[in-house]
């Protein structure tokens, strides 16, 4: 138990599909990220908020729309996904961006795009 | 451009001892972590380098040398729970991650 969580941790949607990612850190940390793990890759960073800002959006499809109400909670929002695009999707927090903290990570969900 | 390279996987006894290497060229070094991740779980911190040398926490050890841009994570007295995929990073200069794509490590009886 990291103290990040993340629902649902498996989802399965065709491409047509509109479906949301929900993460949640109890960590009291200003920080959140969404990560792509793809097999036998290197973790892709996708989004960054820090203090609910978004200070990073590396060139992602925007098919992925993030989203950070506040600085416990961060969901993808997903729409006419690519099967391409099924993957694991992890969720992290640290104390805040751009800083030499540690990130604790989520479980994650697993996603397949049909 | 920025690279993290890791054996793909590795292969041990329970009981020994294995080492699990990383190398890196990055944009400026800000520290190495090191992560465990056992398969449909999240990736755990194990440990963070930023000077060189080895940092020692029970049976796991952390190595490091700027100089070299290299790095190695040393498992003593594998146990059968040791076996999961071993996640090396390295933040550069903008505090950016820089991930490795993992080692997957196999630890038989």
């Known amino acids: 138990e990291t103290g990040v969580t993340q629902t649902p941790r498996h989802l399965v949607m065709g491409m047509t599909n509109k479906k949301s990612l929900k993460c949640e850190q109890h960590?009291?940390?200003?920080?959140m990220y969404w990560y792509k793990q793809s097999a036998k890759k290197p973790l892709e960073l996708m989004f960054v908020?820090?203090?609910?800002?978004?200070?990073e959006n590396n060139s992602v499809p925007s098919r992925f729309s993030p989203e950070c109400p506040n600085s416990s909670h961060l969901f993808l929002h997903l729409h006419t996904l690519q099967p391409e695009d099924s993957a694991l999707y992890l969720c992290?927090?640290?104390?805040?961006?751009?800083?030499?903290?540690?990130?604790?990570f989520g479980p994650g969900t697993r996603l397949t795009v049909l | 451009g920025q690279n993290i390279d890791q054996p793909t996987e590795m292969t041990a006894t329970e009981g020994a001892i294995v080492q699990i290497n990383c190398t890196y060229q990055?944009?400026?070094?800000?520290?190495l972590f090191w992560y465990q991740q056992h398969a449909g779980e999240a990736p755990t911190f194990l440990s963070y380098?930023?000077l060189d040398g080895l940092e020692e926490k029970g049976r796991f050890s952390s190595f490091l040398s700027r100089s070299k841009g290299y790095s190695y994570l040393l498992l003593k007295e594998l146990q059968m729970k040791d076996s999961a995929s071993y996640l090396c990073?390295?933040?550069?200069?903008?505090?950016?991650?820089?991930w490795g794509a993992g080692t997957k490590l196999i630890i038989k009886p």
């Open positions: 992290a927090s640290s104390q805040r961006a751009g800083d030499a903290d540690t990130q604790y």
């Open positions: 960590l009291g940390h200003n920080a």
């Open positions: 908020y820090n203090f609910k800002e978004q200070t």
């Open positions: 990055t944009s400026g070094f800000n520290g």
């Open positions: 380098n930023v």
């Open positions: 990073a390295v933040r550069d200069s903008n505090y950016q991650l820089i």
